[in-house]
Nanobody
Framework: VQLVESGGGFVQAGESLRLSCAAS????????MGWYRQVPGKQRELVAR???????TYTDAVKGRFTISRDNAKNTVALQMNSLKPEDTAVYYC???????????????WGQGTQVTVSS
């Protein structure tokens, strides 16, 4: 199973970016999908998560600015980030809780990360 992210970049404060992530490979089922972020010297933190039924969770710092969505048919998840702030600068990682169709085991998979830089 592979997760491939796209959409990171460099923006000015107040602008928007949209991150996308596509899961592929031996996928039986995907439970939750989400986005984490990490800055150097700090732990990776949850940004947003969405369950297979569409229930969403956001960290307080992004509530009202970020929106997570998923397409279960395409095994994709997206993060719409509006009103970006310099403190949103981080490497953003996509994650998915996947039932591997070959091993029939649930595993957490991660993307390679995409850099988001917000300038003031």
């Amino acid at each position: 199973v592979q997760l491939v992210e796209s959409g990171g970049g460099f923006v000015q404060a107040g602008e928007s970016l949209r991150l996308s992530c596509a899961a592929s490979g031996s996928i039986g089922k995907i439970n939750s999908m989400g986005w984490y972020r990490q800055v150097p010297g700090k732990q990776r933190e949850l940004v947003a998560r969405v369950t297979i039924s569409g229930t969403t969770t956001y960290t307080d710092a992004v509530k009202g600015r970020f929106t997570i969505s998923r397409d279960n048919a395409k095994n994709t998840v997206a993060l719409q980030m509006n009103s970006l702030k310099p403190e949103d600068t981080a490497v953003y990682y996509c994650t998915a809780d996947v039932l591997d169709a070959m091993s029939l085991r649930w595993e957490d998979y991660w993307g390679q990360g995409t850099q988001v830089t917000v300038s003031s």
